[in-house]
């Protein structure tokens, strides 16, 4: 999943239009495989988002949940603590990469 993409449902206040127009968005980037669409492309990337950003309140209307809402900043909490281990993982695994290209250095050719 698009990390950047965010979940929309069981919130107080409730997601907003703004909040899914910006995930269709970044749905349409993500597939499309581009940030800005270029002229040429930029009426079917404009209409998918706005078809997108329409389905997208309408599944977030109609979800119905006996859970409680959720909080948004802790939400978002969860998911910086998330990025950070992950960005702590990779910075581990460089380094031990590091040190193994370190401890054995390629043989040159005699």
Do not use: W
Request: proline fraction near 5%.
């Amino acid at each position: 999943m698009c990390r950047n993409i965010v979940p929309l449902h069981n919130f107080e206040p409730a997601a907003t239009d703004e909040e899914c127009r910006d995930a269709a968005r970044q749905f349409v980037r993500k597939i499309s495989g581009m940030t800005k669409p270029s002229r040429a492309n930029e009426a079917a990337f404009d209409a998918a988002v706005n078809e997108i950003a329409a389905a997208t309140r309408r599944l977030v209307d109609g979800l119905v949940t006996h859970a409680p809402p959720k909080n948004r900043d802790d939400e978002a909490d969860k998911r910086r603590a998330r990025s950070a281990d992950r960005y702590e993982a990779i910075r581990v695994y460089q380094q031990a990469k590091k040190a193994r290209r370190e401890d054995h250095p390629a043989r040159s050719a005699s």
